[in-house]
């Protein structure tokens, strides 16, 4: 009979066992624990780079923004425009001098503050703030000269605010030195726990492909994020068509490439009529609804190659290309007028709307982008003040635009 095993033999086998395996228990568990933990950091840095790259993104667009809005109040009051007073011109330079103390102050504007120079730009601009304030409180419809002056100040921040939208959106894959230095040695640790890896077996190895998925689809959200910061920051939020700024770069564009070609473009200013009337008595929510059909109709009549852009408030803008001669800018403007001719079903209600258009020619009405706002602007009031729901073509000779009735139907 075999004897039994004493409490000795029982002990060494015990500790015979924990000193040939113990060791590499320990080892796998720190490793584990300690790739899990680095893997963590990386993910958190990912996050807060995200989160501070889109607040610093939507603070810089605000900014951009609010001067493109309160550029558009001041020529609109210049102008006269009787839905335009004062008061309204000066809570917009409120609100753009608002916006500028938030671009420096604050965890908010760290991004901002690393990628731009906005410690500098923003107390110069707020300066020029502070002198420009006066000049908004004598400002009256029709004074010309104080008009260019302020719209020329204004026109000084468009470039800076743009570069600094620009620079912070490509700020996400730029590090410092202070964060390359902390990354070098998190890379130099993986390094390490790789190698525990290979020879701890097959468990980490797994761990690690897991992880490296996780980084891998952080990276593709931060692709998406700067794709939707991008598109927030050139479209519209109601209509998700290109916004002013956009509009501005694509007129440009196309125009440097009419001249190149000898082509002639299209400027039509589109202005809805007395859309005020439905926000009075359906609210605004229904307006931002009429807005969005008003678009989808738009676009229906419009070729692939025609640019469409709401300016801001009712106020729709569009280029067209490849023209032969005038009259395919006027068939255009008749087919506009006559698509919002049909009324629109918005939440259960059926509203009728019209549109007042004025048309301007490249080149034979304007030489440069400046001159074919104008020259659109002019034969928009044109169209106002010949009873509203038409298109009306510049009259360069005149300077008195004539009116062009849209088609009925």
Not at 127 to 148: C, F, I, N, S, T
Not at 205 to 234: C, D, P, V
Not at 297 to 326: C, K, M, N, Y
Request: net charge negative; charged share 25%; hydrophobic share 40%.
């Amino acid at each position: 009979m075999a004897a039994e095993p004493s409490p000795r033999s029982l002990g060494g086998g015990w500790r015979s066992w924990v000193g040939r395996y113990g060791l590499l228990m320990v080892a796998l568990v720190l490793l584990t624990g300690s790739l899990a933990l680095s893997f963590h950091k990386i993910r958190q840095q990912h996050e807060t780079d995200l989160v501070d790259v889109g607040l610093s993104l939507w603070l810089t667009t605000q900014a951009d923004f609010e001067l493109q809005r309160l550029r558009h109040t001041l020529d609109a009051y210049a102008l006269g425009r009787r839905d335009i007073a004062q008061s309204d011109l000066l809570e917009r330079f409120e609100i753009f001098w608002s916006r500028m103390p938030l671009l420096v102050e604050g965890r908010d504007s760290a991004t901002i503050r690393d990628a731009t120079d906005a410690e500098i730009l923003v107390p110069a601009i707020i300066g020029r703030l502070q002198a420009m304030e006066p000049q908004l409180h004598a400002l009256r419809p029709g004074d010309d000269v104080l008009h260019a002056e302020v719209a020329t100040s204004l026109e000084r921040f468009v470039q800076p605010l743009h570069d600094m939208v620009v620079q912070v959106g490509n700020s996400l894959g730029e590090e410092g030195d202070s964060r390359k230095a902390a990354r070098y040695t998190l890379y130099l640790e993986q390094s390490a726990y790789l190698l525990g890896i290979v020879v701890s077996g097959g468990i980490l190895l797994a761990l690690l492909f897991r992880e490296t998925g996780r980084a891998r689809e952080l990276l593709a959200e931060a692709k998406e994020a700067q794709h939707r910061a991008w598109h927030l920051a050139h479209h519209d939020p109601v209509t998700q068509l290109p916004n002013r700024w956009l509009f501005e770069d694509r007129l440009e564009h196309t125009l440097r490439g009419a001249q190149r070609d000898r082509q002639q473009v299209a400027l039509h200013y589109l202005d809805l009529d007395h859309f005020k009337t439905v926000n009075d008595n359906f609210g605004h929510v229904v307006g931002d609804r009429l807005l969005v059909a008003v678009a989808r109709r738009l676009e229906a009549v419009l070729r692939q190659s025609d640019t469409l852009a709401r300016l801001g408030g009712d106020e729709f803008a569009v280029i067209q290309t490849g023209l032969p001669d005038a009259s395919g800018a006027r068939l255009l403007g008749e087919r506009l007028v006559s698509a919002l001719r049909s009324p629109l079903e918005v939440d259960g209600q059926v509203l009728n709307a019209s549109v007042s258009i004025g048309i301007g020619l490249y080149p034979e009405h304007a030489s440069n982008a400046t001159e074919l706002h104008r020259a659109a602007d002019r034969a928009l009031y044109g169209t106002k003040a010949a009873g509203r729901d038409g298109c009306t073509m510049y009259d360069p000779v005149s300077r008195q635009p004539e009116r062009r009735q849209a088609l009925a139907g």
